[in-house]
């Protein structure tokens, strides 16, 4: 089984595995959904409220999530804001009711990719995923480069000269805000905003103090400040 998926991974074939988070508490769907999926070659785990929806996130990295609405500790919808507020691009499809036409389109306007309406034919979940898969094909790897800088942030991961450097949450959003557009300047009030979505408390001299403090961790020169403008992180680090 393993060995048939990897053989599938490189291929130009119509359906690439991915490892897909499914967040769905009535069991007999969530059964159905997870043994047509891992047929279909993906990597399923199964959560069936949003506590443990947010252990697997905060552990693994998933290529799509599945995502119910009406979980038994919440609303979905509440899980797809955390993620977006975070900057997780990962693609999610809303399995909605059909009485929930209103938190459909409220989950879409929060960053959705796609829904599906239950009762779904398990035929028309294949297709779907397929699509999502497609589209992110595209997606540049989200590694870059800045230097001795290496950060990877599929996997929330950054390496200094080939060492693994931790960050807080914060430190994290804030080098993300940074790095998103390469060489671009980034305003302070940018970073205010990346600072705010995880409630900091945002004073006058907040950006100054995680700048100062990743440029501890990650070295001076890794990011200018350009006064009155904003700050840079330069491909020519060294
Ligand atoms: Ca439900």
């Not at 979980?71 to 693609?91: F, H, S, T, W």
């Not at 094909?137 to 989200?142: I, M």
């Not at 931790?166 to 805000?177: G, H, I, N």
């Not at 950006?207 to 990650?218: A, I, Q, T």
């Amino acid at each position: 089984m393993t060995g048939q998926a990897d053989s599938r991974l490189n291929g130009a074939g119509s359906q690439d595995t991915m490892r897909v988070l499914l967040v769905e508490d009535n069991r007999s769907i969530g059964e159905a959904i997870h043994a047509h999926a891992s047929g279909d070659d993906h990597a399923v785990d199964w959560a069936q409220d949003l506590a443990t929806a947010r252990d697997l996130l905060a552990v693994a990295s998933y290529d799509l999530v599945l995502l119910d609405l009406g979980l038994p500790d919440g609303c979905g919808i509440d899980l797809l804001r955390a993620l977006r507020r975070k900057g997780e691009a990962v693609p999610v499809v809303i399995l909605s009711a059909q009485d929930q036409i209103a938190s459909r389109i409220e989950a879409l306007n929060d960053g959705a990719d796609d829904y599906l309406t239950k009762p779904f034919d398990l035929a028309e979940l294949s297709a779907r995923i397929a699509a999502v898969a497609r589209r992110y094909a595209g997606q540049p790897v989200t590694e870059q480069v800045f230097g001795h800088l290496r950060i990877d942030a599929t996997n929330r991961q950054v390496m200094l000269d080939g060492e693994s450097v931790d960050l807080s949450s914060r430190e994290w959003a804030v080098l993300l805000r940074l790095t998103q557009r390469p060489g671009a300047v980034v305003a302070k009030s940018e970073i205010e905003e990346a600072l705010y979505a995880f409630g900091a408390e945002v004073e006058s001299n907040t950006v100054e103090v995680y700048v100062s403090r990743l440029r501890k961790k990650l070295g001076r020169d890794v990011i200018r400040t350009l006064r009155g403008v904003g700050y840079q992180v330069s491909r020519e680090t060294d």
